[in-house]
């Protein structure tokens, strides 16, 4: 039995895959099996059974240069039209290419084959050049091919085929070739052109799921896995959250990584995210979840698409994600430019500066080179955007949930019954939403984790999130619609704090923004003794048992507990003897690595005790050498012997006998507030006391406040200064953060030091010179105070930063563009360059 679609539809706008369109047509049944055409036939299918198989030495796509008459310069555009060929039968068809593969399989049905391929052309943007971008996936591509140069290649597919199959009776009704070619065909790439599918070159192999299937071996500190097992988003998430620094804007890890979940959780296309609005998002009470209004890439239709936090793991947790997003990426802050519209978008840099195909290819390349450094370079190239949304689509079908949710979910049309389904009930797409996020029970209700549970004031609770969070939304104020999203988020990121510090290490960017929240906004609790740091570490667990007490996959069997409630407590029971087991592996793997510190420590003792040794032997010989050549020479410079109780003083030569050690600088309360304040690397702890002794020895009338002071503001500043960006607002808010505003707010490289991220000191200090001239007195006296919530800081910064760009612009007397940006490289060589133009100028 052979069916296939009409050529007729070619011209009607129907949202049909050409995949389904293409097994549909070509694909025959031979007892009850479907036999794909275009697989290779086994050895059995020899070429001689056709003679247009045989090679003999000659390829079938140069028959079209054979023709002595044409003109070299349209010879030369052949292999573009067979290149564009090639990749259709290899890449969407999954065939050889066509001088190898089986023309019989073409020669069945030249229509059908013809059809597929003209609809696939018309229906896809390829970039002009297409094999720039095959080659190099990172490629963003600016232009695409026309109409007409489509119009060219299908007409050279077709001349082809008609000298390859030159008896075929399709070609003898003009009719039918003319209604998947020419003009038509033209004219239905004309009215696709809007709605064209921008996956050339990113048509993926394989899915990208959630997380390895069987984890229990990646906690093995012994056993190291395979890269099979990195292939996942959890994997990819945690290298992005390594990478990410606090209020570093210019790599965007933060939004990189929120665009991945997102677009995983709602089975989404690559460049969908950008279409997400504040003003269509909205916190659902009754079903206690974030519900966004998601918008479909190809038809522009939307539906509501609810989502919920992860039963397990944090690292492609929604909320978790949106949490970074806001406190590290200042994803809600918009700054305070007079006359600009303030973008209530969830990602602006995506929706405002970027179309909707280049969207897709950026998240792919954020994939790719976010992979973990074992996965091999061929494998990563085989992971595109679109493998969220078939490992979506593949978790829902595993994990049963029914036909219509998973189709609600990722906007799929199955029947003409989904026009029926009322697309704003959130109801339809909920069982899918927690498929997704790994619960097991798709009735029950998910509770997100919450700050209410902590029974503190809502003073506390707003005070620490002003702290934490830039926000310039109204929506997300206090009295906001949104404020109980943010505050579930902030919950999210404080329960994981344990989870985020065991895997990537206690001075990564996540924890190291609360620590310092905490601090700054003094948020003690009495249950932890009033100290900012135990009381994180308290309520990390507070919420943590909430959070599983709410929820009913995590409670345990009672006498009317259903099937579903057995299973999941069983299942329940298996993770928590898995979690026991990971947590004494991590013990065990933590004694083990004290114990060969210990040896380590140990064996350098023992050898710096043999250098010590051998230099008092060296020093011993030394000795005995020169009193030997000073008897010989003049023994009256010989040192004199060991005084006793009633002899005379030692000379000051008398030292080189026996030296003392130095008296120790009195440094022990700095030391000690240093050490229970627990942010810092050893190393630099270190540091502190030395430059407290150093101090000290300066300056006899520095006191020990005085030292205790040094070393708890270094606490408060990012020891490595590796957190943080490199734009004109970053040099003003960690200038702020490091205190070099105590005593005057002066814009100069004596308050304000140059941290090591930013390499050029000359544009640094062009820079500096900058914020001198424009700063009013109000931003002056803002950054004087103390104290400043994150959203008081980020806007006085962004003031000073866009007068300084408007003064630079009125310097070069050029009106400023959008294009500039606020990297202080390049508003330092801006400078320089004024500078170098009129040497006498004064900014």
């Known amino acids: 039995m052979k069916f296939w679609l009409s050529s007729r539809h070619l011209c009607r706008p129907v949202d049909i895959s050409f995949r389904l369109f293409h097994y549909g047509s070509m694909c025959t049944m031979d007892g009850g099996t479907l036999l794909n055409p275009y697989a290779k036939r086994g050895s059995d299918a020899t070429a001689a059974d056709d003679n247009i198989n045989e090679r003999d030495g000659n390829l079938r796509s140069g028959i079209l240069s054979k023709d002595i008459s044409r003109a070299p310069s349209t010879v030369l555009q052949d292999k573009a039209a067979v290149d564009v060929l090639n990749y259709y039968l290899v890449y969407i068809l999954g065939a050889d290419e066509i001088d190898d593969i089986d023309m019989r399989i073409i020669e069945t049905d030249i229509e059908s084959f013809l059809t597929g391929f003209s609809y696939w052309l018309c229906n896809t943007n390829i970039p002009a050049n297409h094999q720039k971008y095959l080659e190099n996936p990172e490629l963003i591509p600016t232009s695409f091919l026309t109409a007409g140069s489509l119009k060219g290649y299908l007409g050279k597919v077709i001349q082809m085929l008609r000298k390859l199959f030159p008896e075929d009776e399709f070609w003898e009704e003009e009719d039918r070739v003319s209604n998947i070619s020419g003009t038509k065909f033209e004219k239905a790439c004309k009215r696709a052109q809007k709605k064209k599918d921008d996956s050339f070159g990113q048509e993926s192999k394989i899915g990208l799921y959630r997380k390895a299937r069987h984890e229990s071996s990646l906690d093995d500190p012994n056993y190291l896995p395979h890269w099979t097992c990195l292939v996942n988003c959890d994997e990819i998430c945690k290298v992005m959250l390594s990478k990410t620094k606090i209020d570093d804007i210019a790599s965007r890890m933060t939004e990189k990584r929120l665009a991945l979940t997102l677009t995983f959780h709602a089975v989404g296309r690559g460049g969908e995210t950008k279409y997400l609005d504040w003003k269509n998002i909205s916190f659902n009470h009754w079903m206690n979840c974030l519900e966004a209004l998601w918008t479909e890439l190809k038809t522009l ?169 830039a926000n310039s939304l109204p929506q997300f104020n206090p009295n906001g619609a949104l404020r109980p999203l943010l505050c579930a988020c902030i919950a999210s990121m404080i329960m994981h704090d344990d989870a985020v510090i065991t895997d990537l290490g206690y001075m990564n960017a996540a924890s190291f923004a609360l620590r310092n929240a905490f601090q700054n906004s003094k948020t003690v609790d009495p249950r932890a003794e009033n100290d900012p740091l135990a009381t994180l570490k308290l309520w990390g667990n507070i919420i943590r048992a909430d959070f599983q007490t709410n ?236 104290g400043l919530t994150k959203t008081e800081l980020s806007t006085a910064a962004y003031n000073i930063a866009e007068a300084s760009m408007d003064h630079i612009s009125a310097l070069e007397g050029k009106p400023r563009s959008n294009r500039q940006r606020m990297g202080y490289a390049g508003v330092g060589g801006r400078v320089a360059k004024v500078k170098n133009k009129n040497p006498n100028l004064r900014l």
């Open 551 to 786: 929820n009913p996959d995590f409670q345990p069997l009672t006498n009317t507990t259903n099937s579903i409630q057995v299973v999941n407590s069983i299942n329940q029971i298996g993770s928590s003897v898995t979690e026991l087991l990971r947590e004494n592996n991590v013990l065990k793997q933590q004694v083990l690595q004290g114990y060969v510190a210990a040896m380590a420590e140990r064996e350098e003792n023992r050898k710096e005790r043999e250098a010590h040794r051998k230099e008092r032997e060296e020093s011993k010989k030394l000795r005995k050498e020169v009193s030997r050549l000073l008897l010989f020479f003049n023994p009256r410079l010989l040192p004199q012997s060991p005084s006793t109780p009633g002899s005379a003083p030692q000379s000051p030569s008398s030292h080189l006998g026996k030296r003392k050690a130095p008296p120790v600088p009195l440094v022990a309360p700095a030391a000690a507030a240093f050490e229970s304040s627990n942010t810092v690397a050893p190393a630099a702890s270190t540091n502190v006391a030395f430059a407290a002794a150093t101090a000290s020895a300066v300056d006899p009338a520095s006191s020990d406040s005085s030292i205790q002071e040094m070393a708890v503001n270094y606490n408060h500043v990012d020891h490595n200064q590796e957190h943080g960006g490199t734009d004109l607002p970053d040099i003003i808010s960690g200038a702020y953060n490091s205190r070099c505003f105590r005593t005057e707010v002066s814009f100069t490289p004596a308050f304000m030091m140059r941290p090591l991220r930013f390499k050029d000191p000359t544009k640094y200090n062009h820079c500096l010179a900058l914020f001198n001239v424009v700063a009013s007195p109000v931003d002056r006296a803002i950054l004087g105070r103390a």
């Open 301 to 469: 239709s939307t539906y509501s698409c609810p989502f919920v936090p992860n039963k397990d793991g944090y690292l492609t947790d929604v909320l978790h994600a949106l949490a970074c997003f806001f406190v590290l990426g200042k994803g809600l802050f918009r700054g305070s430019s007079s006359g600009k519209k303030v973008s209530t978008k969830v990602m602006p840099y995506l929706s405002d500066e970027m179309a909707h195909g280049n969207v897709s290819r950026w998240l792919t390349t954020a994939i790719r080179q976010n992979f973990p450094a074992r996965v091999p370079e061929e494998e990563k190239k085989k992971v595109t955007a679109k493998s969220l949304r078939i490992a979506g689509t593949t978790t829902m079908s595993a994990g049963n949930v029914d036909y219509y949710s998973s189709h609600a979910r990722s906007g799929h049309v199955p029947t003409n019954q989904r026009y029926y389904i009322d697309n704003s009930d959130i109801l339809s797409s909920m069982p899918a939403a927690m498929c997704l996020a790994g619960w097991r029970d798709y009735h029950a209700k998910v509770y997100l984790p919450n700050l209410a549970c902590l029974k503190m004031p809502n003073e506390v609770i707003n005070n620490l999130i002003d702290h934490l969070v």
